[in-house]
């Protein structure tokens, strides 16, 4: 079944696959690769796929779970769900006609809005044209660093109805960034006990060019040994702001 989130910008997760691998700094300290070991240990059925040592290891082989695509049509309420916060649809390991029939359960749930990341742009690129996007998805790609800023380029070709960037963790200034075609955009610090620290010069730069741009900016944490440990004020406010066009049933 899905889960109820603790996860500020969303109200509960969904993961029709599980799984991933290293491919990018922003992974290096991956909250879910931590998270599936302890399941792995727990005998959690959906954990029991291990995936290569070098960038994966114990718990964290990419799985399909074909028996969660109902999961979504049994919540009567309307919520907003975060798809796959423990994998990433667009692994090479996950088959087109899976991406398929994610999307299509997607679409036979207008009552609920749909948030799914990648770090994968250049497959979901590749791929955008060949899959109904349906008006209840927000699809957006993880950005670091600077090195990362590609990823928004592969974003924009893809026919979303809200664009989105999850700046978490943040590792680095984004100088350069274009938030052209992008409508929200989250920053975060890391969280845990090898967090890396974040610089507040380089979260003012992005609220700014969002300020600046009409694009929402919502602040998640500060970062620390544990995700409540920074807190969230910058510069004394709580940014929350969401996107303007939130999908609903009826619209």
């Known amino acids: 079944m899905g889960d109820r989130s603790s996860i500020e910008w969303t109200e509960a997760t969904w993961n029709p696959t599980t799984g991933c691998d290293r491919i990018t700094p922003g992974c290096d300290n991956c909250y879910a690769l931590t998270l599936s070991r302890r399941l792995k240990a727990m005998g959690a059925a959906k ?7 070098r960038t994966s290891g114990p718990g964290f082989g ?93 974003l924009r070709q893809v026919p979303a109805a809200v664009r989105f960037l999850s700046c978490e963790p943040l590792l680095g200034p984004l100088t350069g960034l274009d938030l052209d075609g992008i409508g929200w955009v989250i920053v975060g610090g890391e969280s845990g006990s090898g967090h890396r620290s974040v610089l507040e010069e380089w979260i003012i730069e992005i609220r700014d060019l969002c300020t600046a741009d009409d694009v929402p900016f919502f602040f998640k944490q500060w970062g620390g040994r544990t995700p409540k440990s920074g807190g969230r004020e910058l510069a004394g406010e709580t940014w929350d702001q969401m996107p303007k066009k939130i999908h609903s049933a009826a619209s």
């Open 47 to 53: 954990y029991q796929n291990d995936g290569d040592p």
């Open 62 to 154: 990419v799985a399909l779970h074909p028996g969660a695509l109902d999961v979504p049509s049994q919540w009567k309420t309307p919520r907003m769900v975060f798809v796959n916060s423990m994998s990433d649809l667009f692994h090479a390991k996950v088959p087109l006609d899976f991406v398929r029939q994610v999307f299509q359960v997607i679409a036979a749930t207008p009552q609920h809005t749909y948030q799914m990341l990648t770090k994968r742009s250049l497959r979901l690129r590749r791929i955008a044209e060949q899959l109904d996007w349906p008006p209840n998805l927000w699809m957006g790609v993880s950005v670091e660093n600077a090195d990362q800023l590609g990823r928004v380029d592969d």
